[in-house]
Nanobody, 121 residues
Framework: QVHLVESGGGLVQAGGSLRLSCAAS????????MGWYRQAPGKQRELVAV???????NYADSVKGRFTISRDNAKNTVYLQMNSLKPEDTAVYFC???????????????WGQGTQVTVSS
């Protein structure tokens, strides 16, 4: 079994910063892509940022220049530094990771439980 646990969400004023963390644990053999998604009320879940195992990153246009994704492979942890936050960034943020476990040969996606980020104007 695998668990992804997010932390770092909360309430912040517009222009402020937050740092999200997501730690993966369990029967992990290796991790490929790690990423962050978000879902606002009444909207579909959308990709925010992804980081490949080699460190290549991709961002949604709406967060480029404001958010930075990084990872610590030794800790199986991915981070999302969010600066210059806007009210439209308000959403539940979910961690995602493609993980190969000791009992399954292929990589499969795992999700965290989500953490609320609220940006007030």
């Amino acid at each position: 079994q695998v668990h992804l646990v997010e932390s770092g969400g909360g309430l912040v004023q517009a222009g402020g910063s937050l740092r999200l963390s997501c730690a993966a644990s369990g029967s992990i053999l290796s991790i490929n892509d790690m990423g962050w998604y978000r879902q606002a009320p009444g909207k579909q879940r959308e990709l925010v940022a992804v980081i490949r195992s080699g460190g290549i990153t991709n961002y949604a246009d709406s967060v480029k220049g404001r958010f930075t994704i990084s990872r610590d492979n030794a800790k199986n942890t991915v981070y999302l530094q969010m600066n210059s936050l806007k009210p439209e960034d308000t959403a539940v943020y979910f961690c995602n990771a493609d993980i190969r476990t000791y009992y399954r040969a292929s990589y499969t996606p795992w999700w965290g439980q989500g953490t609320q980020v609220t940006v007030s104007s």
